[in-house]
């Protein structure tokens, strides 16, 4: 027993998580579940926000240690800030994603977190990028990670398509999340969603009772 409690200390408070950003035909969908837990096992919070704002039109998703999510994020949110004020315009999409990449790549040995960033710019539109644990950056359509991921390879491969609608993209999310969330014990909560476009942003949140069954539980 001892043991246990030493290395659930040791390994802090973990998003134990599910996460998801996909691009449609003019713009972006960003969402997860709000479950946060201590070692993979004990729920600790039912109502973690895992969807962040760093500038007006960026959002990124975290998973791993909440900690280290969160230190970076807020040093992000503050370079992407000073970056506007020098650069006299919001920063791009790739930008965001840049900061996080170096941030992760500068502190690899002591950060356990992982992000996908997206957003909206002038230059380039809808976009999304994969920051993973040492700072590795990739550009896809669509992403999904956090321990829930495993669960819904096969549907996000199968149902996800280029130019979707906004309607499609943000019923393909929701499905998504809601098959992740009713398998992997340490994703749940609520579904927290975000529709970034030309237009502006968009705030979903979707409680558990009200999420697609696929299933009699």
Known sequence: MEKHFTDSRVKGVSTGTTILAAVFDGGVVIGSDSRASIGGEYVSSKTINKVIQVHDRIFCCMAGSLADAQAVTKTAKFQLSF??????????????????????????EELQAGFITAGWDKKKGPQVYVVSLGGMMISQPVTIGGSGSTYIYGYVDAKYKVNMTREECLQF????????????????????????????????????????????E
Do not use: W
């Not at 927290?192 to 009699?216: M, Q, Y």
């Open 83 to 108: 970056h506007s004020i020098q650069m006299e315009s919001p920063p791009l999409v790739i930008s965001a994603a840049s900061v996080l990449k170096q941030l992760c790549y500068n502190n690899k």
């Open 173 to 216: 999310a929701t499905n998504a999340l809601a098959l992740a969330m009713g398998r992997d014990n340490v994703s749940g909560g609520v579904a927290n969603l975000v529709v970034i476009t030309k237009e502006g942003v968009e705030h979903i949140v979707i409680p558990g009772d009200k999420l697609p069954r696929f299933s009699d």
